[in-house]
T-cell receptor
């Protein structure tokens, strides 16, 4: 079966750095997405990786290793507003999106 | 600002009632999707549509139907609501084309939280 694994919950301190991991086993691979979802709100797009390596976008970076079936989202200079759930999703060989259960990130002052 | 609007944020219905969840997008997107989101589970696709009057079953279509009579509107219908359909329902749309990020990005609505008693 197809599977996306990510930690259920993480806690970090304001101003620090946190890395949220995502591992996947899917039939084929056509890209990996990260979305952010604040409580009670719509998920919003953060990043997309289709080739190996690091994509940097301001305080957020996303890394992909296709050979390892692994990605991470790196958040730097954490702010209280970064408290949210972070959803990892992979597009399989049929271009269907497979979603992880999400990682709830709690930021403490 | 691009937007996907879901008509109801919170609904409470009784078992056996017919439930309509409406979704409207103003981006002229071709593709529209209905997901449900439950704690501890990833988003699960119920139905999707790539064109007006076209619909395709997702991973969990049982107990649901959809309607897409106009490009901008995609409705989810629960013919006879059951308690196991208590959930958060998310509508999303996409253009079907790669954007600046190189990806076919989904734009989501804020969700409709349905409770079936």
């Amino acid at each position: 079966g197809q599977n996306i694994d990510q930690p259920t919950e993480m806690t970090a301190t304001e101003g620090a750095i946190v890395q949220i991991n995502c591992t996947y086993q899917t039939s084929g691979f056509n890209g990996l997405f990260w979305y952010q979802q604040h409580a009670g709100e719509a998920p919003t797009f953060l990043s997309y990786n289709v080739l190996d390596g690091l994509e940097e976008k301001g305080r957020f970076s996303s890394f992909l290793s296709r050979s390892k079936g692994y990605s991470y989202l790196l958040l730097k200079e954490l702010q209280m507003k970064d408290s949210a759930s972070y959803l990892c999703a992979v597009t399989d060989s049929n271009y269907q999106l497979i979603w992880g259960a999400g990682t709830k990130l709690i930021i403490k002052p | 600002d691009v937007k996907v609007t879901q008509s109801s944020r919170y609904l409470v219905k009784r078992t056996g009632e017919k439930v309509f969840l409406e979704c409207v997008q103003d981006m002229d997107h071709e593709n529209m999707f209905w997901y449900r989101q439950d704690p501890g589970l990833g988003l699960r696709l119920i139905y999707f549509s790539y064109d007006v009057k076209m619909k395709e079953k997702g991973d969990i279509p049982e107990g649901y139907s959809v309607s897409r009579e106009k490009k901008e509107r995609f409705s989810l219908i629960l013919e006879s609501a059951s308690t196991n359909q208590t959930s958060m329902y998310l509508c999303a749309s996409s253009s079907g084309q790669e954007g600046d990020s190189g990806a076919n990005v989904l734009t989501f609505g804020a969700g409709s939280r349905l409770t079936v008693l």
